[in-house]
């Protein structure tokens, strides 16, 4: 199972950054996806995810309405559009996949959001 993120960076706040996560070695149509973010001296946290496979999404209060989390499973890859970004967006975010045999995580992609 590998799952690798992509698409971080530096934006300014107002801006907008789409992440990656595309995986392989599993079925990626037939289970959840999430993306998670951990700030420097916090606790990673959730911040979307699909609820199943073909789930509904669920989203943190703190990224509700700017936030979209997407899958293609044609291509094995899960997304994280970011919209209206806010220096407390800053953090490495990172994938995960819910499988029957436990949970995998990527890398993480770093995402400062700064003027």
């Known amino acids: 199972v590998q799952l690798v993120e992509s698409g971080g960076g530096l934006a300014q706040p107002g801006g907008s950054l789409r992440l990656s996560c595309a995986t392989s070695?599993?079925?990626?149509?037939?289970?959840?996806m999430s993306w998670y973010r951990q700030a420097p001296g916090k606790e990673r946290e959730l911040v979307a995810t699909?609820?199943?496979?073909?789930?509904?999404?669920v989203y943190a209060d703190s990224v509700k309405g700017r936030f979209t989390i997407s899958r293609d499973n044609a291509k094995n890859t899960v997304y994280l559009q970011m919209n209206s970004l806010k220096p407390e967006d800053t953090a490495v975010y990172y994938c995960?996949?819910?499988?029957?045999?436990?949970?995998?995580w990527g890398q993480g992609t770093q995402v400062t959001v700064s003027s």
């Open positions: 995960k996949a819910r499988l029957w045999t436990g949970e995998y």
């Open positions: 070695g599993f079925t990626f149509s037939s289970y959840a």
């Open positions: 699909f609820t199943s496979a073909i789930g509904s999404t």
